[in-house]
C-alpha cells in the first residue's frame, strides 16, 4: 500500500499564508509527479500544481503565478505554498501521487478556508 498524508490545512484570513505538506509513505515503489488539486463546494476538481521528480512544475491554468510547488525526492514529499491568500481559494485540497507500477495515488483530502 502506499498512502499520501497531508498536513497544513485550516482556516486562514484573507491575505494570509499557507503551506501544505503532503509526506508519501512508500516501500517498494516509487513515486513520478507529485501535486496538488482542489475542489471547491460545487465545482470539478481542478489542478493547482504538480512537479516531477527532476524538479519540472506545471501550474493549473487558473492559480499560476500565486502557488508554488516545492518537492523533496529524499524524503518524498511535495510542499505547496501561497502567500496573501484570497477567499477564492478556499477548497479542498488533495495530494497526488503517481506511483510506478501502480497509478495515481490521493490523499484523503485537506479543507482550506480563507475568511474574508
Known amino acids: 500500500q502506499v498512502q499520501l498524508v497531508e498536513s497544513g490545512g485550516g482556516l486562514v484570513q484573507a491575505g494570509g499564508s499557507l503551506r501544505l505538506s503532503c509526506a508519501a509513505s512508500?516501500?517498494?515503489?516509487?513515486?513520478?509527479?507529485m501535486g496538488w488539486y482542489r475542489q471547491a463546494p460545487g465545482q470539478q476538481r481542478e489542478l493547482v500544481a504538480v512537479?516531477?521528480?527532476?524538479?519540472?512544475?506545471n501550474y493549473g491554468s487558473s492559480v499560476k503565478g500565486r502557488f508554488t510547488v516545492s518537492r523533496d525526492n529524499a524524503k518524498n514529499t511535495v510542499t505547496l505554498q501561497r502567500n496573501s491568500l484570497k477567499p477564492e481559494d478556499t477548497a479542498v485540497y488533495y495530494c497526488?501521487?503517481?506511483?510506478?507500477?501502480?497509478?495515481?495515488?490521493w490523499g484523503q483530502g485537506t479543507q482550506v478556508t480563507v475568511s474574508s
Open positions: 512508500v516501500s517498494t515503489f516509487s513515486i513520478n509527479g
Open positions: 512537479i516531477s521528480s527532476g524538479g519540472n512544475t
Open positions: 497526488n501521487a503517481f506511483v510506478r507500477g501502480l497509478g495515481p495515488v
